[in-house]
């Protein structure tokens, strides 16, 4: 089937999709389709090559089309597409199995679905229906997702209220202050869910010793700990999983994005057998059509021997130091533009000194080639999430073609200042 040209492509977009969302991506230059991508690279229909750090804001650990994960969902797909759903499905039982093998502690039953928000309502409605109780805590500035029961978590005013009343019995408390959680949990409280490392609320890392010290409040109080690791999972943050840093094993784990491998979209939710018991009683009580379809699990299942074999955890941990080291430079060089530099592995964070000079930033940066984009709860924080495989040189590139940018911010700036 032909790529359609750019021209319909734009109109379709106003008299079809959304108006207001092209004119969006029109006002920042984004008017062209992507058409191609390997690696960390996109070309447009117009004719222009990107170095892609956003990744599809986390979906893309892997890089756009990894052979390996091209290979396996191509000879599934030579194999069968989707089943009828009423017999075993051989390729989710397999990385069932090899998730169980992968994530930490006592996770060992998996739940599948197709994204990141489905992956938090399964997860959420899992913890009510293992523990009986209503009450969801989250943590302020938290991103979980859109569908009501995942937005009635996520902390962004603009998000939650066009959409209220939304689901019942769900409270926030700050991120990183385990003092305030212990006083927020009472006798109605079923779970906690929480993002290891924040990622649209601004890439906030938690001081050490918060995660552990959570883990201990919600397992001598009787409440679950979810992580969800939507974001942060699958070799992002240095680790397999983030809450791997400090050794904290969750009851229920969420995972969606980079699972996929960047060629499916795939969600799962891992949880205990304890968490499990209740589900195993009543299996049909939540089911999804396409979750855990044959081609998503072929992916994931390539993905998660490519995180292994090609040791991308480890590959991001260093390659995160490099690009944290030549963005705290130029923080030192622009500190009238950059308020902070903050993350881990390459889960990057440039905080602006103001969502205006965040604005122009990020459409200098996508002059230049770069492809980024803001934390959607913070727009004043900038995030770099390029694909896990991108190597020290083309980061050494994006690092200069930052600098332009910022070269170009600050002369606009100083214009506008003098008299
Ligand atoms: N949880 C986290 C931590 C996320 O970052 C996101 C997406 N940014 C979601 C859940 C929701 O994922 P999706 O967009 O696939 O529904």
């Known amino acids: 089937m032909r790529i359609p040209l750019d021209d319909d492509v734009k109109r379709w977009y106003q008299a079809h999709v959304n108006a207001g969302l092209f004119s969006l991506l029109s006002f920042m230059g984004l008017d062209t389709s992507e058409v191609e991508a390997e690696g960390w690279l996109v070309r447009t229909a117009d004719g222009r090559e990107f170095i892609d750090c956003l990744g599809g804001y986390g979906s893309l650990n892997f890089g756009h089309r990894h052979p390996r994960i091209v290979a396996a969902v191509k000879e599934q797909l030579e194999r069968m597409a989707l089943s009828s759903k009423l017999l075993l499905n051989a390729q989710l039982a397999a990385l069932a199995h090899e998730l169980a093998a992968i994530t930490p502690g006592e996770l060992c039953r998996a739940f599948f679905s197709n994204s990141g ?6 997860a959420l409605k899992l913890a009510r229906l293992a523990t009986g109780k209503p009450g969801i805590i989250s943590a302020r500035a938290g991103f979980h997702g859109k569908t009501l029961g995942s937005l009635s978590s996520t902390d962004r005013e603009a998000f939650q209220a066009p959409f209220r009343p939304l689901v019942g019995h769900f409270s926030m408390v700050p991120f990183g202050d385990a003092g305030a959680l212990e006083k927020a949990i009472d006798d109605e409280t079923a779970a906690l869910i929480l993002e290891p490392v924040q990622g649209e609320g ?51 784990m969420a995972l969606a994005k980079s699972l996929g491998g960047g060629v499916m979209p795939i969600g799962a939710t891992l949880g205990t057998a304890a968490v499990w018991r209740r589900f195993e009683e009543q299996p049909l009580v939540h089911t999804s059509t396409f979750g855990g379809n044959e081609l998503a699990c072929a992916a994931a299942r390539a993905a998660l021997e490519v995180l292994v074999e090609e040791r991308l955890a480890e590959r991001a941990a260093a390659t995160g130091e490099r690009f944290l080291a030549g963005l705290r430079q130029l923080a030192s060089e622009f500190p009238q533009l950059i308020a902070d530099v903050r993350g881990v592995g390459l889960m990057i964070g440039i905080e602006m000194q103001s969502q205006d000079l965040s604005e122009l930033f990020i459409a200098g940066v996508l002059e230049q080639k770069v492809l980024i984009a803001f934390t959607l709860n913070q727009p ?4 770099i999430e390029p694909p896990l495989t991108i190597p020290a040189g083309i980061v050494d590139e994006v690092l200069s073609r930052l600098r332009q940018a910022l070269d170009t911010v600050a002369q606009i700036v100083s214009q506008f200042a003098s008299p």
Do not use: H, M, W
Not at 380 to 383: E, K, Q, Y
């Open 380 to 383: 004043g924080v900038i995030r």
């Open 202 to 252: 601004g890439i906030n890392v938690p001081p050490p010793g918060y995660l552990p010290a959570i883990r201990e409040i919600t397992r001598s109080k009787g409440v679950l700990l979810i992580a969800d690791e939507v974001q942060t999972g699958l070799g992002r943050t240095g680790r397999n999983f983030a809450c791997e840093y400090e050794g904290v094993a969750p009851d229920i």
């Open 117 to 122: 928000t489905e992956a938090v309502e399964a």
